[in-house]
């Protein structure tokens, strides 16, 4: 990974809140949506699990924009749902989030949210 993308990826992951747009089957945009961002290599939750609108919105094409931290990424969605990596991403929502209090981050810890967490991968530009 070059200095750049790591430095971005940096300021995308300890951004407050991440926004959040895919695209639909047709290349138009779904609208944006601000959720939290955790991570050295971002990954973000659905609290609502799999069901919820954006989420879905992710698995239709898997390609979005991403804008947090001053860098907007085109990426791809790709399910990062595995037990190792939420162990992880619940003590990251923990630490980063713990002052929203337990309405806001317990949603986030629950099966249904760990079930929908993806990770936005930048998607080069080049042909």
Do not use: C
């Not at 047709?26 to 989420?55: E, P, Q």
């Not at 790709?78 to 003590?91: G, K, L, W, Y």
Request: charged share 30%.
């Amino acid at each position: 990974m070059t200095t750049r993308a790591s430095d971005e990826l940096n300021k995308i992951g300890k951004a407050k809140e991440l926004k959040i747009v895919s695209l639909r089957r047709d290349s138009t945009l779904r609208n944006l949506v601000v959720i939290w961002v955790v991570g050295d290599h971002l990954y973000v939750r659905a609290y609502k699990g799999r069901t919820g609108l954006w989420f879905r919105g992710t698995q239709e094409r898997h390609e979005g924009h991403i804008r947090a931290g001053g860098i907007v990424k085109d990426v791809t969605f790709v399910d990062e749902a595995v037990p190792d990596i939420n162990d992880q991403i619940d003590v990251a929502n923990r630490t980063k989030y713990h002052w929203y209090g337990a309405q806001y981050l317990d949603p986030m810890l629950t099966a249904e949210a760990r079930s929908a967490t993806i990770k936005p991968v930048p998607r080069s530009t080049s042909p």
